[in-house]
């Protein structure tokens, strides 16, 4: 097997000539694998980032759901477009690099990489650093579903050689998800090399309690929403915003919630709350914490690192009281921290939820839907729930606005976002 890009390169030449129904074939048998290893691929999850088995087992099922989705709905996505002098063609670029993070490790591989395959595009796939296990198993994976191993590869070099192989002219295009600084650099090189780019950054969610919401529900999706991966996501619920009718009555439904998550061992079944991928993104997340309890806010619960069988734990931890100025309304807050303002009515709510840099997903929790939609439409942000939790879903484009990037996953628009829309004029 040559190096990995030359493999990727190579690939791509008889990928592009396989036909819809042969490269479905192909996601199909990957969707067969991975609920055929799903256990052992949680395993890989709780070992090398800390992710509960349970929900490794969940995350694997999602990339296999996604793998028959574009299996299924791929080609009607990509067919011509006929029109009345011309013919819309969707062809392959070519490999594409695939930049991906640790806290969804097959997740973010296979939500990209089930449409780019389906297309044509081959991938070279560098992930972190930390879940070098996962990336290999990925690459197994796609092996073993279409009988060749050089349809999607991987790197192992450091960030700092990423820049080469996005000047290498056999790349056609990146993808990347992961902080918003990081994704600054991997633009500004895309954009150097004249390299299409997909990013997927960094997020500071806001979910909306209105006077009108029914408040059991609110809390408990509020809770699942804020704690899932241990708050290692850039989708999670960070900031929520309570009208004052309901704010008491509120914070303590939600802080009986968030207390039912208790941190254990990630190997168990029944852990909820599993480690931190890291001790440095603790000791962040607990220095905003501090410093936001220095500038006013009020903690209810949590607030102190826990170390369990040598791993760096943060427990659930509801900070009320918070306003604009302090770190956790701020900045993203990587991690199990939960943040609650005060507004006014439903103007102040909207006008809080787009103060921030970000702009990835929000929640609206209000008994009339019209009005969820009405407030929906004001919130500056890719995705928005109404009375529940934001999600990426197969069938669904995904991405932000401002600092959480540009360009988006799934659905038709991201099956397209790796194509050449040729005109054909007749």
Not at 81 to 93: F, G, W
Request: proline share 5%; aromatic share 8%; glycine share 8%.
């Amino acid at each position: 097997m040559p190096e990995p890009l030359a493999a990727v390169a190579a690939g791509f030449v008889e990928l592009r000539e396989l036909s819809f129904s042969q490269r479905a074939s192909g996601l199909m048998r990957a969707a067969n694998l991975l609920e055929a290893g799903q256990d052992e691929f949680a395993l890989w999850m709780a070992r090398e980032m800390g992710k509960p088995v349970t929900q490794g087992v969940a995350e694997v099922a999602k990339c296999a759901a996604a793998c028959r989705h574009y299996a299924e709905h791929g080609e009607e996505m990509l067919a011509p477009v006929e029109l009345e002098e011309a013919a819309l063609l969707h062809q392959p670029l070519g490999p594409v690099l695939a930049i991906m993070p640790w806290n969804f490790p097959f997740w973010q591989v296979f939500r990209f990489a089930a449409p780019a395959l389906m297309a044509g595009n081959t991938i070279l796939l560098k992930h972190a650093s930390n879940v070098s296990g996962c990336a290999q198993a990925i690459v197994t994976v796609i092996s073993k579903a279409f009988g060749r191993g050089d349809f999607l590869q991987a790197v192992f070099i450091p960030g700092k050689e990423v820049e080469s192989l996005i000047a290498d002219p056999r790349i056609r295009a990146l993808t990347f998800t992961g902080s918003t600084e990081v994704g600054r650099e991997v633009a500004a090189a895309a954009g150097r090399h004249l390299k299409k780019s997909v990013l997927e950054l960094g997020g500071s969610d806001p979910y909306l309690v209105l006077e009108d919401a029914d408040l059991d529900h609110a809390a408990k999706t509020c809770a699942a929403a804020r704690m899932v991966n241990a708050g290692q996501s850039c989708i999670a619920a960070k900031r929520f915003l309570v009208v004052d009718a309901v704010y008491d009555a509120f914070v303590e439904r939600f802080r009986s919630e968030l207390s039912a998550f208790e941190a254990g061992d990630p190997f168990e079944a029944a852990t909820k709350l599993g480690p931190m991928a890291k001790a440095s993104l603790r000791d962040e997340l607990h220095a905003q914490v501090t410093d936001s309890v220095k500038a006013g806010a009020r903690l209810l619960l949590g607030g102190e690192p826990l170390e369990l069988r040598g791993k760096s734990y943060y427990p659930a931890t509801l900070l009320v009281d918070v306003v604009p100025g302090m770190r956790v309304f701020d900045e993203e807050t990587f991690g199990p921290v939960a943040a609650v303002t005060r507004v006014k009515n439903e103007a102040e709510a909207i006008e809080l939820a787009n103060q921030t840099p970000f702009g990835l997903g929000a929640a609206v929790f209000s008994a009339d839907e019209k009005r969820g939609r009405r407030v929906a439409e004001h919130l500056d942000t890719g995705t928005v729930a109404i009375n529940g939790q934001v999600v990426s879903d197969p069938r669904f484009p995904f991405g932000g606005v401002k600092d959480s990037g540009w360009g988006r996953e799934l659905g038709e628009h991201g099956i397209r976002e790796f194509v050449n829309v040729k005109t054909v004029r007749v």
